[in-house]
């Protein structure tokens, strides 16, 4: 890197003066095949390319690389599963022995450059070797989240086409064993896609059956692969697809290119959470999610740390001090998590004093991001560790942090309920309804002025149309973060709610959209509303009520359950949806539209205004009514 900036300040302002030259300079961190000498092209913006005339592959600069470097034994991975009771440790010499060869175990079933590869896995070391063997066949794999049901996995299969399923025969939570492959089965039968091939891993705890022709196991596939080179990729060629939820029951393909992520990942690893080549790294989260994406695989990965991959909870596995076990046995330098995972740990062990038990002193920092972090559980994780808490704020889209606190850059003062500032390469603002900025303090939609940095997605899987729809129509050359907010004075970022129907449940996004879909498809049902009420623990969940049909004369218990059991089977487990009130009535507005705010403020008992486009006032008692009955709105 040949930037002389040292302060956050210059750094941002030199990254939005000249964004090309600014990432261009970050790019000579990396190896690439053919060197780049454009920094991005915004002639066609915003489908922005970053470092257009530039080839590289990512699975070298992940491993290859870092051997060829000396780095072969030192361990890429560290893998602890307490739900297995087992351990592995893999360096990084072996590690690109495994992902060369499935990379030509997946070559022998056809798997070709640009070609997808669906990888639906619970957290092994197996499910990274997936994705970096995509990687570097130049293939775009397709992670789908283990927590999702058959259907979500169809409408993914059917939206990527993949030309390989990569899967397990299980999952392991706490309290049972998921059977991924009856949801992979049932998954291929929903979907009008053809899969020819699907590779099953075997585990010990439950062995699937294998389909004869198209399923494989993980095992007889790499006994007898050979290895495959890195296949040099243009810099824009896809890395990956990741599906997040939208506002319809239509997950959106979020695509990331090779180069720019390569870049921008690297670069946050050192710029934003101060880490060298060689520190342990652990990014508590799962590969299903951007997250772990960015921070279990590939940033880790390209900075020749060791990334920790775990396979537990922060709770049960088995009990409220398994994080801090986690971090003295590894002696992990940074750790990431979801502040749901500190409210859960602190749920059982009010004071902390769990945390007495284990030497944390290899402990530098924690960060905190995937929902608003509450100032209590920042204070108590600040108090329990010791060392800073870092609230940063960061989406699927972007695939890195677009507002934190940069430690590898300056530590800024932080200031609690505030992911703090924007991070260079992004000009973060705040626009009212008519697209105007608003004073400083002032709550309005947080927007990004284009261009957004390297490694931040540049289309949305077939479907260009929704991609400028979605997030570039309402604001002109501005990327619209949905999210709501403000800036204060001192240029510090307040994240407050979405201004969609994404909530945020564990950590987790989902589409409110989504699960209305789901209930509207009851027989019964004849109207229905979701919304995401606070929650403790979870940070949200979501509330359904329902309208039925006339004549409809069944017992609202027996609908409820198995209105209960759709949304799990439809959407799957994660969506933790089990409150559901049946109504006579949704408050409207005159023009039709359904009231969801003031909803979401009587179930949150938060103070609300009575909206003036109100059809009929009277029915917010009897909703209230409904809500408390099913604990909401001050019920027990
Ligand atoms: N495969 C199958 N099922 C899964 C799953 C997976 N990969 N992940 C979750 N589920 C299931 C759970 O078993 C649970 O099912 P249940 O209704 O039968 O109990 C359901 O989905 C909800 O799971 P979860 O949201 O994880 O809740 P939980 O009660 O099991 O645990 C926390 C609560 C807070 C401990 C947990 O959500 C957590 O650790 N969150 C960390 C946040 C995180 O990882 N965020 C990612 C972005 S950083
Ligand atoms: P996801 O795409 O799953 O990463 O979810 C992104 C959304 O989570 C954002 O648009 C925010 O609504 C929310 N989010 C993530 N991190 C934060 C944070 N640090 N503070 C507030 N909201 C956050």
Request: with cysteine; net charge negative; hydrophobic share 40%.
């Amino acid at each position: 890197m040949t930037g002389a900036a040292t302060t956050y300040k210059q750094q941002h302002s030199e990254a939005q003066t000249d964004p090309g030259r600014f990432w261009l300079e970050r790019a000579a961190a990396a190896d690439w095949t053919r060197s780049p000498t454009i920094g991005v092209d915004q002639s066609r913006s915003p489908f922005n390319r970053w470092f257009p005339d530039g080839e590289l592959n990512a699975c070298h600069n992940a491993l290859d690389r870092h051997v060829a470097a000396g780095r072969g034994e030192q361990a890429a991975i560290l893998y602890d599963s307490p739900v297995t009771g087992s351990k592995r440790q893999i360096s990084y010499a072996e590690l690109t022995d495994e992902v060369a060869r499935f990379a030509g175990a997946l070559a022998s079933f056809g798997v070709d450059k640009g070609d997808r590869v669906v990888i639906y896995m619970p957290m092994v070391p197996e499910a990274i070797v997936a994705m970096l063997a995509c990687a570097r066949l130049g293939a775009v794999h397709s992670v789908v989240f283990g927590g999702f049901a058959a259907k979500e996995l169809a409408v993914r299969v059917d939206d990527s086409q993949p030309a390989v399923i990569v899967s397990a025969s299980c999952g392991i939570e706490p309290n049972r064993t998921v059977a991924y492959k009856p949801l992979l089965d049932e998954a291929l039968e929903l979907a009008t896609h053809r899969v020819a091939t699907c590779i099953i891993l075997q585990r010990d705890a439950l062995q699937a059956e294998l389909l004869d022709g198209r399923d494989h196991a993980w095992q007889s596939v790499m006994s007898t692969a050979s290895a495959a080179p890195c296949v040099p990729v243009a810099s824009t060629d896809p890395l990956y697809v990741l599906y997040t939820s939208g506002t319809t029951g239509q997950p959106k393909g979020v695509v990331r290119d090779t180069g720019g992520t390569v870049v921008s990942l690297d670069w946050t690893m050192s710029a934003l959470y101060d880490a060298e080549p060689g520190d342990v790294y652990w990014a508590a989260s799962d590969i299903g999610w951007v997250v772990g994406h960015s921070y279990i695989v590939y940033a880790p990965l390209l900075n020749g740390c060791t990334s920790v991959l775990y396979e537990g909870k922060p709770v049960g596995t088995p009990d409220a001090g398994a994080f801090w076990r986690v971090i003295e046995e590894y002696k992990v330098k940074i750790l990431f998590t979801a502040p749901t995972a500190c409210r859960a740990i602190k749920k059982e062990d009010p004071t902390g004093s769990l945390a007495g038990n284990y030497n944390l002193s290899s402990l530098k920092s924690l960060f905190l991001a995937g929902e608003r972090c509450d100032p209590d559980t920042l204070d108590w994780a600040g108090a329990t560790l010791g060392v800073p808490v870092i609230d940063h704020w960061w989406q699927t889209e972007t695939g890195w942090a677009i507002a934190a606190n940069p430690l590898g850059i300056e530590a800024l003062p932080v200031k609690s309920g505030s992911p703090s500032v924007a991070m260079p390469g992004y000009d973060v603002q705040v626009l009212d309804t008519n697209g105007q900025p608003v004073t400083a303090g002032d709550i309005g939609s947080i927007v990004v002025k284009l261009p957004l940095p390297p490694g931040t997605f540049t289309t949305l899987w077939n479907a260009e149309e929704r991609y400028v729809s979605a997030y570039f129509s309402r604001f002109d050359g501005y990327y619209e973060t949905g999210d709501a907010g403000y800036i204060d004075s001192d240029g510090y970022i307040y994240v407050m709610a979405r201004t969609d129907d994404v909530i945020n449940v564990a950590g987790h996004r989902l589409s409110t959209g989504a699960m209305e879909e789901v209930l509207a498809a009851h027989p019964d049902v004849a109207e229905c509303a979701v919304m995401g009420a606070a929650d403790q623990l979870k940070g949200q969940l979501p509330v359904g009520l329902v309208i039925l049909n006339a004549g409809v004369d069944r017992p609202h218990d027996e609908i409820r359950d198995e209105l209960i059991a759709r949304v799990r089977k439809e959407i799957g487990p994660v969506a933790a949806f089990k409150s559901v009130a049946v109504v006579e009535r949704l408050p409207k507005t005159r023009s039709g539209k359904i009231l969801r705010g003031t909803l979401r403020a009587i179930a949150d008992q938060k103070e609300w205004n009575m909206p003036a486009t109100i059809e009929d006032p009277s029915v917010l008692d009897e909703v209230t009514e409904k809500l408390q009955a099913i604990g909401y709105a001050g019920g027990k």
